[in-house]
């Protein structure tokens, strides 16, 4: 894989469905010029959310993380791009939307750290774990964006 298919796994939290704000969040990747290879719309189970957030399991706010999480529909995403792992954090903004600057996903769309409508990959390493988690192979689709040369000049 060169430089420009870097992936990052990317999921609409059951508050940004429920606040209607999914075409919002989506429109900020499509227009950064990210290439969205895989979505699905759908409730998330127990043990796959647990999966998920393995990492936190021995946290306090993880018994309420895992109850906001199945509280309604998500949509994770896969999306393709240069640096599209740590732009895509960039774009979200911190974990806290208070400590999140204007112009960031979280900055701009939510308030509270329980309600923090995005999830996004950390590190590349996590994001092919995480992408293998949600989707199967044939779920990511190939194709090349007709837009390609004019967002990258090489
Ligand atoms: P991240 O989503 O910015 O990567 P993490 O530390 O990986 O942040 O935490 C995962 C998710 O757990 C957060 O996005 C948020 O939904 C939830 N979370 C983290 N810390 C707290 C907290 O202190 N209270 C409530 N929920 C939290
Ligand atoms: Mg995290």
């Given at each position: 894989m060169s430089a420009n298919t870097e992936r990052t796994f990317i999921m609409l939290k059951p508050d940004a469905v429920q606040r209607g704000i999914v075409g919002e969040i989506i429109r900020r990747f499509e227009a950064k010029g990210f290439k969205l290879v895989a979505m699905k719309f759908m409730m998330a189970s127990e043990d796959l959310l647990k999966k998920h957030y393995a990492d936190l399991a021995a946290r306090p706010f993880f018994p309420g993380l895992i109850k906001y999480m199945q509280m309604g529909p998500v949509v994770p995403m896969v999306w393709e791009g240069l640096n599209a792992v740590k732009t895509g954090r960039v774009m979200l903004g911190e974990t806290n939307p208070a400590e999140s600057k204007p112009g960031t996903?979280?900055?701009?769309?939510?308030?509270q750290t329980g309600r923090n409508i995005i999830h996004g990959s950390d590190s590349v390493e996590t994001a092919k774990?995480?992408?293998d988690l949600w989707f199967r192979p044939e779920e990511l689709v190939d194709y090349k964006p007709s837009q390609y040369e004019w967002v990258y000049e090489n």
């Open positions: 996903i979280r900055g701009d769309l939510c308030i774990r995480e992408i």
